[in-house]
T-cell receptor
Framework: GNSVTQMEGPVTLSEEAFLTINCTYTATGYPSLFWYVQYPGEGLQLLLKATKADDKGSNKGFEATYRKETTSFHLEKGSVQVSDSAVYFC???????????FGKGTLLTVNP | DGGITQSPKYLFRKEGQNVTLSCEQNLNHDAMYWYRQDPGQGLRLIYYSQIVNDFQKGDIAEGYSVSREKKESFPLTVTSAQKNPTAFYLCATLRGEGSQETQYFGPGTRLLVL
């Protein structure tokens, strides 16, 4: 079956530090890959996506590249801000159905 | 203002009581979903519907029921059979256009048992 594994949190960084949150996946076929962000008490917001191998999704300074050879979709940001503190979810949507599979989420805390 | 509306934001349930969570969308998306979120466990799929008058069980459907009588609405009922209903419930829709499929989420309803 399909699965998503993302690095365990929590992750604590100082402002302006470099961020990497690892995400690897298992899926048949050619899934689309997503990163969602959840701020406290709110629903999930789409952060970025990639639909095929070597695609790079980017938004608000965050980037992730769809690597089929390593089945990975790591999230990166060069300089984090306090306002980036949230839970980040990696997810995949297989090409064969409409059910997303989510990772367990990674809590990021950025200190001033 | 387009989007997904969930109400109420907080809901309290007494033991043995059924409660219904509302989800409405004006995005004209065909597919709708209900997820349950517990701390440290990510999101788990309860039910989903790809079209009006049709829905499928997700991974944790026991103790829940849904209906899809209108494209815009996908209410979730938490029945008394659900023994541990305290959680954050998220409704979502899917825009499906080939490679542009993307899932969008509502703001959530937090259910608490008294």
């Amino acid at each position: 079956g399909n699965s998503v594994t993302q690095m365990e949190g929590p992750v604590t960084l100082s402002e302006e530090a470099f961020l990497t949150i690892n995400c690897t996946y298992t899926a048949t076929g050619y899934p689309s890959l997503f990163w969602y962000v959840q701020y406290p008490g709110e629903g999930l917001q789409l952060l970025l996506k990639a639909t095929k191998a070597d695609d790079k999704g980017s938004n608000k300074g965050f980037e992730a590249t769809y690597r089929k050879e390593t089945t990975s979709f790591h999230l990166e940001k060069g300089s984090v801000q306090v306002s980036d503190s949230a839970v980040y979810f990696c997810a995949l949507l297989p090409g064969s159905n409409y059910k997303l599979t989510f990772g367990k989420g990674t809590l990021l805390t950025v200190n001033p | 203002d387009g989007g997904i509306t969930q109400s109420p934001k907080y809901l309290f349930r007494k033991e043995g009581q059924n409660v219904t969570l509302s989800c409405e969308q004006n995005l004209n998306h065909d597919a709708m979903y209900w997820y349950r979120q517990d701390p440290g466990q990510g999101l788990r799929l309860i039910y989903y519907s790809q079209i009006v008058n049709d829905f499928q069980k997700g991974d944790i459907a026991e103790g829940y029921s849904v209906s899809r009588e209108k494209k815009e609405s996908f209410p979730l009922t938490v029945t008394s059979a659900q023994k541990n209903p305290t959680a954050f419930y998220l409704c979502a829709t899917l825009r499906g256009e080939g490679s542009q499929e993307t899932q969008y989420f509502g703001p959530g309803t937090r259910l608490l048992v008294l």
